[in-house]
C-alpha cells in the first residue's frame, strides 16, 4: 500500500511562483510513474503532468506545457511540480497520484493552490 502525501499549497497572486512536493511511503518509489491532477471547483478532475520512473520521460497537458515542470528524486520517494507564471485559473486542489505495477492507483490528500488575480 503507498500512502502519498502532498504539501506547498498556497496563496499566490497570478504571475506568482509555487512548488508542490509530494512524499511517497509503503512501496518501491522507483517502480511508480507518478502524476500531478488537479481539481477546480465545480470541476473534474484533471492530469496535469506524469513522469516515468526513472524521470527520463515527461508529459504535460496544453493547459500548463511550458509554465509547469515535473520532477522527481528517487532517493528522497519525493516528486514535485514547478508551477510558474500562475494564472486564477490555475486554482483547485492539487493531487498526487502513483500507479503502481501492475496497474494500482493511488492518490494523496491534496494540497489547495488559490491563484488572486
Known amino acids: 500500500q503507498v500512502q502519498l502525501v502532498e504539501s506547498g499549497g498556497a496563496w499566490v497572486q497570478a504571475g506568482g511562483s509555487l512548488r508542490l512536493s509530494c512524499v511517497a511511503s509503503?512501496?518501491?518509489?522507483?517502480?511508480?510513474?507518478m502524476g500531478w491532477f488537479r481539481q477546480a471547483p465545480g470541476k473534474d478532475r484533471e492530469l496535469l503532468a506524469r513522469?516515468?520512473?526513472?524521470?527520463?520521460?515527461?508529459y504535460y497537458e496544453d493547459v500548463v506545457k511550458g509554465r509547469f515542470a515535473i520532477s522527481r528524486d528517487n532517493a528522497q520517494s519525493t516528486v514535485y511540480l514547478q508551477m510558474n507564471n500562475l494564472k486564477p485559473e490555475d486554482t483547485g486542489v492539487y493531487y498526487c497520484?502513483?500507479?503502481?505495477?501492475?496497474?494500482?492507483?493511488?492518490w494523496g490528500q491534496g494540497t489547495q493552490v488559490t491563484v488572486s488575480s
Open positions: 509503503g512501496g518501491a518509489f522507483d517502480q511508480l510513474s
Open positions: 513522469i516515468s520512473w526513472s524521470g527520463s520521460g515527461t
Open positions: 497520484n502513483a500507479v503502481a505495477p501492475p496497474g494500482y492507483r493511488y
